[in-house]
């Protein structure tokens, strides 16, 4: 069954906004992961951030994880038209599986 | 360069062919994993080889027959697909999936298209 669910769908911003993708899910977890994936080619791994993390940094991405909504976001400040992507969250559960569980991913379009 | 390679980039095949895709891991990596990726759907998890033992298989139709004859390599043979099997294959690899959640490394796809 699918575990997060990202939003929104689309989003379209102006190059130099910040952009806010959200990620809710159902379960308890280990760890929440983002990753992007560019048209055409295959996913790729941007940050993981652990059950007992609130936030975490890396370069222009920010993400942060409120267990108690089981939900996370990931911010992109200062974007750029290379940015556009498709970026999905993954999860870890916290019981016996090691497997991820993807969402559908939200489509990012930054215009120049 | 993600250190996963596959092969072929595109494959169009009909109903009654036998094909196989092919991957590769470059990284030393322990665990495999093949995924489908369907338009408008999240990834598919369909099968996980750890140090070359199949550890899960989701419940994925028999024409679909995964081989692993090393950790660094990774095969999917394909025979009498259905047109709705047309999807984006994504072949994966991570350091150890017994220590869950890590990190996955993506190749770029075979584009697999029944006629």
């Known amino acids: 069954s699918q575990q997060g669910e990202e939003d929104p769908q689309a989003l379209s911003i102006q190059e130099g906004e910040n952009a806010t993708m959200n990620c809710s899910y159902k379960?308890?977890?280990?760890?929440l992961q983002w990753y992007r994936q560019n048209s055409g080619r295959g996913l790729v791994h941007l940050i993981l951030?652990?059950?007992?993390?609130r936030e975490k940094h890396s370069g222009r991405l920010r993400v942060t994880l409120d267990t108690s909504k089981k939900s996370s976001s990931l911010l992109i400040t200062a974007s750029r038209a290379a940015d556009t992507a498709s970026y999905f969250c993954?999860?870890?559960?916290?019981?016996?599986?090691?497997?991820?569980?993807f969402g559908s991913g939200t489509q990012l379009t930054v215009l120049p | 360069e993600t250190g996963v390679t596959q092969t072929p980039r595109h494959l169009v095949m009909g109903m009654t062919n036998k094909k196989s895709l092919k991957c590769e891991q470059h990284?030393?990596?322990?665990?495999m994993y093949w995924y489908k990726q369907s338009a408008k759907k999240p990834l598919e998890l369909m099968f996980v080889?750890?140090?070359?033992?199949?550890?899960e298989n989701n419940s994925v139709p028999s024409r679909f027959s995964p081989e692993c004859p090393n950790s660094s390599h990774l095969f999917l043979h394909l025979h009498t697909l259905q047109p709705e099997d047309s999807a984006l294959y994504l072949c994966?690899?991570?350091?150890?999936?017994?220590?869950?959640?890590?990190?996955?490394?993506f190749g770029d796809g075979t584009r697999l298209s029944i006629l």
């Open positions: 994966a690899s991570s350091q150890d999936h017994r220590t869950g959640g890590q990190p996955q490394h």
């Open positions: 379960t308890s977890i280990n760890n």
């Open positions: 951030i652990r059950s007992n993390e």
């Open positions: 993954a999860t870890v559960g916290s019981g016996s599986a090691r497997q991820l569980t």
């Open positions: 990284l030393g990596h322990n665990a």
């Open positions: 080889y750890s140090l070359e033992e199949r550890v």
